[in-house]
């Protein structure tokens, strides 16, 4: 089963992915405009604002949880899309620094 990820506030097209797959596998300088660094959840780089997603995301684990509480307190809403494997449709688009 796919599911599509979409880009708000950018020209690049969505993305459909299976269930699972890794963004930071999947996502490209190419499809996408989310950039990866470190792809282990210790850079921020890759840090997104969820903006709607049809089904909860899977929750963070504890060190995207303590990384994220510490750049950006109070947003939930912000990921880090290198530890996220889809299980829904999401609508995403790069977090502000
Ligand atoms: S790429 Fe470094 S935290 Fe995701």
Known sequence: MGYKIEFVNSDKKSVELNQGDCLSEK??????????????????TCAIEVMDSEH?????????????????????????ACQIHINTNIKIRKADG
């Open 27 to 44: 996502l490209t300088i190419h499809n996408s405009p989310i950039l990866f660094g470190c792809r282990i959840g210790i850079c921020g």
């Open 56 to 80: 909860p995301l899977p929750p963070k684990t504890p060190d995207e949880k303590d990384f994220l509480d510490n750049m950006y307190p109070g947003n939930e809403k912000i990921r880090l």
